[in-house]
T-cell receptor, first 116, second 115 residues
Framework: AQKVTQAQTEISVVEKEDVTLDCVYE???????LFWYKQPPSGELVFLIR??????QNEISGRYSWNFQKSTSSFNFTITASQVVDSAVYFC?????????????FGKGTKLSVKP | DAGVIQSPRHEVTEMGQEVTLRCKPI?????LFWYRQTMMRGLELLIY????????DSGMPEDRFSAKMPNASFSTLKIQPSEPRDSAVYFC?????????????FGDGTRLSIL
């Protein structure tokens, strides 16, 4: 069975703190993709990053960085020097390669609140 | 470039009424997805289409739900008759061809309230 677990339901930090959002996944596939999406208070879902199962390189984009570790089935997301505008619900998602191609399986999300 | 366009943004209707949600995918995208988001169940895939053909509708909750894609630029999700438990945010998303590694681009969602 495929599953994505985001154990942190809510996180609250003060502006400029670093924060890491955890994501653990389960899959039997050897080829798969992992995604992070952001849902700000306005409600839309915004694509942030995609990673395939063969690429374990970490990625940095400005204040955002992602740590993919196949050995622990984790794909964690770190925001450095958080800002109030980072307040949102963040979803981790898994997509399998075969079978029901394109089906995204989402975690329950982590609500991040950044206080000024 | 225009993103995925959903209408209406908000819908409030009484139990038993027919509800139709609409979606225009990004031009050139071959895959279209309908999701439902609730507090209890999170984001769930209802159905998806490839080149206008329904591929997997196993997430459609019951026969009251139906979805169509008459052409590459338009899809509808219909609920008839609606019930209060259908209240949720419904998202449409699209992605280009070439497989599941392509990110899905979401519309702004339709917030549906059934009274």
């Amino acid at each position: 069975a495929q599953k994505v677990t985001q154990a942190q339901t809510e996180i609250s930090v003060v502006e400029k703190e670093d924060v890491t959002l955890d994501c653990v996944y389960e899959t039997r596939d050897t080829t798969y993709y992992l995604f992070w999406y952001k849902q700000p208070p306005s409600g839309e879902l915004v694509f942030l990053i995609r990673r395939n199962s063969f690429d374990e390189q970490n990625e940095i984009s400005g204040r955002y960085s992602w740590n993919f570790q196949k050995s622990t089935s984790s794909f964690n997301f770190t925001i450095t020097a958080s800002q109030v505008v980072d307040s949102a619900v963040y979803f981790c998602a898994l997509s399998q390669y075969g079978g029901s191609q394109g089906n995204l399986i989402f975690g329950k999300g982590t609500k991040l609140s950044v206080k000024p | 470039d225009a993103g995925v366009i959903q209408s209406p943004r908000h819908e409030v209707t009484e139990m038993g009424q027919e509800v139709t949600l609409r979606c225009k995918p990004i031009s050139g995208h071959d895959y279209l997805f309908w999701y439902r988001q609730t507090m209890m169940r999170g984001l769930e895939l209802l159905i998806y289409f490839n080149n206008n053909v329904p591929i997997d509708d196993s997430g459609m909750p019951e026969d009251r739900f139906s979805a169509k894609m008459p052409n590459a630029s338009f899809s509808t999700l219909k609920i008839q008759p609606s019930e209060p438990r259908d209240s949720a945010v419904y998202f449409c998303a699209s992605s280009p061809a070439r497989g599941p590694g392509q990110p899905q681009h979401f519309g702004d969602g339709t917030r549906l309230s059934i009274l």
